[in-house]
């Protein structure tokens, strides 16, 4: 099997002069298993389903919060989570969590590739070879394929013989209701108790002492 070649330290030294500006999905960057574009690779949802974008500076604790309202409404029966590349950590805990909180989600679980470009621009004190002053900073723009993964959740029951399909958790995870305080006895405690309460009963056949005059 023939092995990619190091890069040269000629592009090396081009690319440090370059400064990453922004990433921006690309035009049906949703690989074969796309669907729409708030869908994903799940194409048959009901209109009324949410989709979630998890990006890699989102913060859990804002996402589960809208999520969490939205699916509380009768009306939302899905739910959709996806991220790619360092997101994509993220994106399965917000799908665990919500299961812990609402009990009962059917998931479907899908992994694809996301096309993004990347826009380099040449850095001011360092042009690129051969720009000329008074022109506008040479720029590049590289195509990658990103891993990520798609999480539905549904209230309703989905096919199980679909791949990525996991039922409902059998084993709810514990209430949250406080239980009710129990007073704790140690065993000798309780045995020095026991003991007392000997002591002060009378025995059978014992005269009672009466006060003399």
Known sequence: MAKSAPPRSGQRRRMENFRKVRSEEAPGGEGAEGGGPGSGPFADLAPGAVHMRVKEGSKIRNLLAFATASMAQPATRAIVFSGCGRASTKTVTCAEILKRRLAGLHQVTRLRYR??????????????????????????????????????????????????????????????????????????????????????????????????A
């Open 115 to 212: 096309s993004v470009r990347e826009v380099w621009q040449s850095l001011p004190p360092g042009p690129a070879p051969g720009h000329r002053p008074g022109e506008p900073a040479a720029s590049l723009s590289v195509l990658k394929n990103v891993p990520g993964l798609a999480i539905l959740l549904c209230k309703d029951a989905l096919d199980p013989r679909q791949p990525g399909y996991q039922p409902p958790d059998a084993h709810p995870g514990p209430s949250s209701q406080p239980a009710a305080p129990t007073s704790k006895r140690s065993p000798g405690g309780a045995a020095a108790a026991e003991g007392s309460a000997k002591r002060l009963r009378p025995e059978p056949g014992a005269a009672e002492e009466r006060p003399t």
